[in-house]
């Protein structure tokens, strides 16, 4: 039986029968077979999502490179824009020249269908980006959804109409009736509501009626469709008629579309009960999705959080919330309408300060608390930052509009670790907003400085680097030692060898040692550690280098330090890659898994590179090129420089490689791996090349999901199910559905089997 190939994209798949639009989707189809940029225009509500989702999915085999879907609704800061596209992609915004030139550079080869959806808000920025897009990327399209066009060369623009109406009359046959557009939707959503809903003769009229009251619109039909678990259509169309006679004075004369769906937001709305009313008011807060345990924080009230989850339960029947699966954790987000109608509710209420307030105070807090140690449980706190970025950016756009410069600098500041293996620039643009705005004083902003210079330093930019960093390194030196000061010196050392400055970075070093050497502070001693390592990197002293690295390499494995942990293997393995002292193949392959676990794609892409090095000189000259191949591709994917002393290695091997292969040979190794996804890359780096020995690998290096592993790490250490839901951001119940889970994969009976399988199968547990 042959496998059918996955279609490259990010297109998920349909939760809900896709109804009609037979000619819009031929138009449209029609239109991107011609046209660089289409664009489908029409009102909220009318289903502009579905009909680019579902015409995506079918073209995505004729791309090479598939669709790709990037939600704009989320995104208020127009200059993030290009960010949310990157990371639609699932490029990494780490790249020196920032998020657009990651992204143009990318697509510059690519075939592949780019929607944006939702740009009404972004028109300018939106436009900006399809333009630039189509003259970089010659062979991509772009696909737009707005309620008003882009206005931009070669754009087609396809008007996205209300669903076809049934006629007035009778005179239809029930069974064709049963196929117009809107008939058909509403049929099958309140089936799907009720459980044995049926279009009849008794009920036809009244179906009629309701398609026409409401003009064909999707989302007013799901709204009233839900209504038929409680009342029969007869019903509801009264209801609506009631309302609609209020609004033209009693004559049924028609209305605009925005004002018949504002009408059916109205009707569901005050069906609500009070307290449930208040809850959809404050949901209007979350730009994305969120967990039952924000939504708790936000909206509970005197009733406490059962009345919370009752509302969200009741909100979600009522197609007033979407409930989606991230992971092991349901979350929940608005429709972008919806949205829109309740946080004009919170507006009206007089709440809205107030929400806001306990919004920002909620996030800032609970990002700050687990900033606290985010490094030693680095994988779980950045699978939740993840699932809350949307939030976190919102609260940060509102920060920064109501120059609230103290708190925006604290958000950023918990954030660093997302900043430092997610997203770079970005941060790097966040920081330099709040500080260039704040008070101009070291003494409060030293953590600031500090972030900015570290971020710069991950920007291959020494001269921001150092300025911000000795900066911060004079304001923690009044202060006394202590580990910032420490860590400060560390970072500052970098920064100036990295600037070619080798002295200074020496006499730093010095001073980071001196500084940690009067604490009994791990990230202190790592700091130090670290300064030590990249000084030997830069003067070209190995010896060190490895030294160093070797030192710290048990003490961040102790201590469950993933990150440093990496970088520690990393730099011995490419020590022993340049000296041939020993094989480095061991530390770089750790490196590589570990890597992977982080989802730190710069590492991975330095990491393929070495072991493709490695491979050459050892003689597998097939899977070398491949290799470098893959590397190539992973550096596309990043926009990372080449480390300089991996750079001439792959210089050298590929130039020595083509000589022993063949030019033609090699080219095709060459370029079986630059068309690997990135996942099989890393199994063919770290030592698999068939795609059963894939299979098996993959089974060895990962017999859990993410975060199954992260509960069994858990459980390893002690911790019951209430300490690990706490300390992964979840519920308990949860927890308890991932043990079971745990048990059922590995065949064990008890918590005790897991744990020990954890001792002896993961070296990174971590001791507490």
């Excluded at 490179?65 to 989320?74: I, S």
């Excluded at 406490?304 to 991230?326: F, N, P, R």
């Excluded at 199910?721 to 079971?740: A, K, P």
Aim: net charge negative; with cysteine.
């Amino acid at each position: 039986m042959t496998r059918t190939a996955r279609v490259p994209g990010n297109l998920a798949a349909e939760t809900s029968s896709f109804v009609g639009r037979r000619h819009e989707v031929a138009e449209l189809r029609s239109k991107l077979a011609s046209a660089r940029i289409v664009s489908l225009v029409g009102p909220g509500g009318v289903g502009k999502t579905r009909l680019a989702v579902r015409v995506a999915t079918d073209l995505a085999r004729g791309f090479a490179d598939g669709a790709w879907l990037v939600e704009l609704a989320e995104v208020r800061d127009p200059a993030l824009l290009p960010n949310s596209a990157a990371r639609a992609l699932a490029l990494r915004d780490q790249a020196p020249g920032g998020a657009l030139a990651l992204l143009l550079s990318y697509l510059a080869d690519k075939q592949l269908l780019l929607v944006l959806d939702n740009c009404e808000h972004l028109l300018d920025a939106a436009a900006g980006l399809a333009t630039s897009v189509v003259e970089a990327a010659p062979q991509v399209r772009v696909l737009a959804t707005s309620r008003e066009p882009l206005s931009v060369p070669g754009e087609q623009v396809l008007p996205v109409p209300p669903l076809e109406l049934p006629f007035a009359d009778d005179a239809e046959p029930l069974g064709l009736l049963g196929q117009n557009e809107a008939v058909s939707l509403f049929i099958q959503r309140a089936a799907a509501a009720s459980g044995a809903f049926e279009l009849t003769a008794d009920n036809r009229s009244a179906v009629v009626g309701l398609c026409r009251r409401l003009d064909g619109l999707p989302l007013a039909l799901e709204l009233a469709a839900v209504r038929t678990r409680v009342l029969t259509v007869q019903q509801i169309l009264a209801h609506l008629d009631d309302r609609f006679a209020l609004l033209t004075s009693g004559f049924r004369v028609a209305l605009p579309r925005h004002q018949t769906l504002r009408t059916t937001l109205d009707w569901s709305y005050e069906l609500l009960p009070a307290g449930s009313q208040a809850v959809l008011r404050r949901l209007s807060l979350f730009a994305g999705r969120f967990t039952l345990e924000d939504a708790e924080a936000i909206c509970a009230s005197d009733a406490g959080a059962a009345h919370v989850l009752d509302s969200l339960s009741s909100l979600v029947d009522k197609s007033l919330l979407l409930k989606e699966e991230v992971g092991p954790v349901a979350s929940f987000r608005l429709h972008e309408t919806t949205r829109e109608y309740a946080a004009e509710k919170l507006r009206e209420s007089g709440e809205e300060q107030t929400a806001q307030r306990d919004f920002g105070n909620y996030y800032v807090s609970r990002c700050r608390e687990a900033a606290d140690g985010a490094r030693f449980r680095i994988v779980e706190w950045l699978e939740w930052i993840d699932l809350e970025i949307d939030n976190l950016r919102s609260l940060l756009h509102r920060l920064r509009s109501d120059g609230d410069h103290e708190q925006g600098l604290q958000l950023v500041g918990a954030l660093v670790w997302y900043w430092v293996t997610r997203a770079t620039t970005e941060g790097q643009r966040w920081i330099e907003l709040f500080l260039d705005a704040a008070p101009d004083d070291p003494r409060t902003n030293t953590g600031a400085h500090f972030l900015r210079g570290f971020l710069a330093i991950l920007q291959a930019n020494p001269a921001t680097a150092r300025r911000e960093l000795e900066r911060a390194a004079d304001a923690e030196r009044t202060a006394g030692t202590s580990r910032r000061l420490a860590e400060t010196l560390a970072m500052a050392s970098v920064a100036a060898n990295m600037a070619g400055d080798h002295a200074s970075g020496q006499q730093l070093c010095d001073e980071a040692r001196a500084a940690a050497a009067q604490l009994s502070d791990l990230e202190a001693t790592l700091a130090s550690l670290q300064a030590q390592a990249m000084n030997g990197f830069f003067t070209g002293d190995l010896e060190t280098f490895r030294a160093a690295s070797s030192q710290a390499e048990p003490l961040s494995r102790a201590a469950g330090d993933l990150y440093t942990l990496e970088i520690w293997l990393m730099n011995q393995g490419i020590a022993a890659l340049l000296t041939q002292s020993e094989d480095p193949t061991p530390h770089l392959t750790e490196a590589l898994q570990l890597a992977d676990r982080i989802d730190d794609r710069v590492s991975q892409f330095h990491l393929v590179g070495a072991l493709g090095v490695q491979a050459a000189a050892s003689g597998d000259h097939s899977r070398a090129a491949r290799l470098f191949g893959a590397t190539e591709r992973l550096r596309t994917e990043t926009g990372a420089k080449v480390n300089p002393v991996l750079a001439p290695l792959l210089e050298d091997r590929g130039d020595s490689l083509r000589a022993q292969l063949g030019g033609a040979s090699y080219d095709t190794e060459f370029r079986a791996g630059a068309t690997m996804s990135r996942s099989n890359a890393l199994l063919l780096a770290l030592g698999s090349s068939s795609p059963r020995e894939q299979a098996g690998l993959k089974a060895v290096l990962a017999p859990l999901a993410k975060r199954e592993t992260e509960v069994a790490r858990l459980i390893s250490q002690g911790l019951t199910n209430r300490q690990i839901g706490s300390r992964l951001f979840i519920s308990e119940r949860t927890v308890e559905n991932h043990v079971r889970n745990i048990m059922d994969k590995l065949g064990f009976t008890s918590r005790t089997q897991i744990a020990t399988w954890v001792t002896l199968t993961n070296p990174l547990t971590r001791d507490s």
